[in-house]
């Protein structure tokens, strides 16, 4: 079976491979520069991974892969423009180095390249995989509207956080290794295992990364410590905390998020002190371990022989093992 | 054979038809908006009418003849970005009537909403389909880059000006024509020729269109006249008459186009006289009849019997009739 490492290899091999027009620079170099700089590649290689569940061959998974990987790509690239990020993965972002225009036209042609190369695959079951991929990416783009109707909401429920992380996050990861299994020949039924497999992942992964950005290790997690406390965003843990706090609370804590003079270590040692006292660490875990034992009882369903899920399984700890 | 009127009232029927989600409102209203605004729908009419030409019943053509109408209109809004334009079509454009972020993202949808309808229809052709629609996206992008582009260069030749409205115009229309003919069972090399056709018609359409800014009569064209030449828009004509003048001359034409003080119709005067003295009209309208006669030509070639081109030779007319 093919290793997490063995498949990110291919993944990179083939980005690399790619060829991308030159012409006009203004559209394509943007293109090249984002798909360069690299990540983790998780999503291409759960595509390949996925079918290597079921087949040994995995060719007709690449192409596929680079689909999914230059979506993502995609959504990162307008995204930033629309939160006005000026860097990405340390290098400044595309509408940085270049302009807004650029970056909102270059992103525009990934989602057509994506098509591009989800199709190079075979062709009895390119129908499902336009399917798969189409459903996924209005979800992604909604999933984004939500996040962005969440900065100006007062109140985000519960339920409303969940849904908005399923559609941003969770439902790409379950769509790569679903378009996997299909490549890899899965019955329906196991290519929906699959689906829900990947989407639980997703979820944990994202309430994880939540997680850490309050109470992880700064230099294992790669990140400053409370960058969400300090941009107010609406994160698990701020959005739990205020369904869970009474109203004294409530204002306390809005008073809090609005207080603009506030020290940068202030704000983010009185947020976690409210955390604490609703032992939303405890909480947060809880449901990152809900949602992971979700994921895995999905991947046991699937019907291949439990050596062939080994890599899988490996992949998902280590997604949740960044804490440590 | 259907007219082109009752083409239209199909595909405005089917868009009536169209179910497009209801939340998160601030991205599907502006999708829902932009569509409902209406506009000629020619693109999707050549998908039926060119599904007709070699068929009569054309239903297989309806939900890919709107992947072409969503496909246009997301260029359009962002396009309208991109172009900072307040109106369309007599309405405020979507990054107007609600913001640039939620314009950015509901033309995002729309992409993929495009492949969302053009799957379905029969799936032996769906790859053919996604093929050419792909092509043709990447195409429309690269278009509107060398448009962009164009803003802030100083020379542009002929040459580069009839390749940028190949991809931001013709091969759109060549598109849908090669998109309606595959459906309808056109051989390889009549949906070519229904290609080519309907890039020359675009070519000749795009040329009539700056020749109409600066020529046409007001009331039946529907704009401002010199609408190009206030806003230094480089325009065939201004292409053309840069490339033919001399170095005086172009020094002139520089000086016109970059004083900000001289009055609107003063300026469209001055820069009419400069185009009758290269006899650009003449020329403009040699090259509309050149593209005319080229895609005539091209329909001529498509093997089916003379009786079942009357719609689209009208349509063809009708597209270069608008100065009458």
Known sequence: MLTLDTTRD??????????????????YDPIRYTLSIGGKRLRPCMVIMGCNLFKDQVDEAIHPALAIEIFHNFTLLHDDIMDDSPIRRNQPTVHKQWNRNIAILSGDVMAFLAYGQLIQTRTDIINDLIHIFTRTAEGVCEGQQYDMNFESK?????????KMIELKTAVLIGASLKIGSVIG??????AESMYAFGKNLGMAFQLQDDLLDVYGDPIIFGKTIGGDIVGNKKTYLLVKTVEMADEKMKEKIIDLLEDRNMEREEKIRSVKTIYDQYDIKQRTNEMVNNYFSKANSKLE????????????????????????
């Open 301 to 324: 369903e699937v019907r291949v022989e439990e050596r062939r899920k080994q890599e899988l399984r490996k992949l998902a700890l280590s997604l949740l093992d960044r804490e440590k």
């Open 185 to 190: 020949g899965a019955s329906t039924s196991d």
């Open 10 to 27: 291919m993944v990179n091999k083939a980005l690399s491979n790619l060829v991308l027009k030159t012409q006009p620079a203004e559209l």
């Open 154 to 162: 007062c109140k985000v429920t519960e339920v409303e956080y969940l």
